[in-house]
């Protein structure tokens, strides 16, 4: 079995960085000996191809970032977010309906019993979201140096979750509670490092990589704030957790695919509309890294509208979504220097035209600005 989660992996990510190995990575669990060794095999395998993308993408750049590496950002996060949650809330608000109908008495009840799920996990959500390091409800009480979407790490990257620096050794939290399914010791070269993945009551899932230490096993349920063990530089150059948030994974395995913004459950403050520069293509944005909450870009130039999702751009998949072109729309990135970083933004040159407009949405659905040339 083990071995066979391991073997798929190729297929639907080729062997690009730190994501295949961790996916390797996490798929590994204790396993009786004959097919262990199959997988440490395969391990073997992926952490060699790893290690070789990884020396030369990432570890040669200096510490500031994750190295994290292309890597480590890189927990894969799931196919789209809003497509996840708009067919379980158009699935909800349909049950709702029929609940009320004298009509299909079956579905009627299975709605109900969804329903009446979704809503205590709605509960559970709305009321118990800590950050993991802090264990504070507090907006923005945990420090984030790399935020979710493009950054740069000695080159171009979307990082599939958030980087939150801290000693090593410090406490790590879940930031709900839920029922840990994969706890994965470091094999010595995944960029994962030690990692945990929590499966939370309503189909939410949150990955905690580098740690110093696990500190829970298979099976354990946890309440909000709950030891998943401690913060490392296990995978990474530096000291700190990266918390990669996802939606309906199809199984027990982290998919970035399935990533969305962790800050869509982790109490935030408001993001500031970003400053845009526009240059003679494109438009630079000047960003803070505590608080990013933009989920879509839109850019209009000589009639040509471009709209991106980082939903869509995850979705690719770990190796894909690091292009810097995406659905026609070239993206760069610098920093973080002190918490700030800039996205750059322009048309596929292939498209060959002028940026005049620029719109950015936020994940529940804001317009964050709105900019002309
Ligand atoms: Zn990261």
Redesign the pocket.
Known sequence: MVSFSGGLLFPIAPPRDASTARFAALNWQPAPVRARGVTVRLLALVATLAASIACGLTFAEPAPT?S??PS????GPPGSPADATDTRDSGDARGAGDSGDAGNAADAADADARDAADAADAADAAGSVLWPLSGSAMPDADEVR?AYGPRFIGRYDF?????LPAPEGTRVGAIMAGTVIRATPWDGSSTAGNSVLVAHSDRRFTAY??LSAIAVSLGDVLPAGGLVGTVGRTG?TYS?L???YMRDLPGTTSDERKSRNPLEVLPHGPEAAPVATFDPMGVELDLASQVMTIQSVTLVGAGVTRTVNYADIVATGSIARDAPIQFGVAFGATGPIAGRYTVSLAFDPAIGVATDQITLTTFDGRTLLTASR
Request: aromatic content about 0%; charged content about 15%.
């Open positions: 994750e994290q590496a480590a950002a890189d927990t790399a990082h599939a979750g958030v980087d990589l580098h990474a700190h990266h918390l990669t």
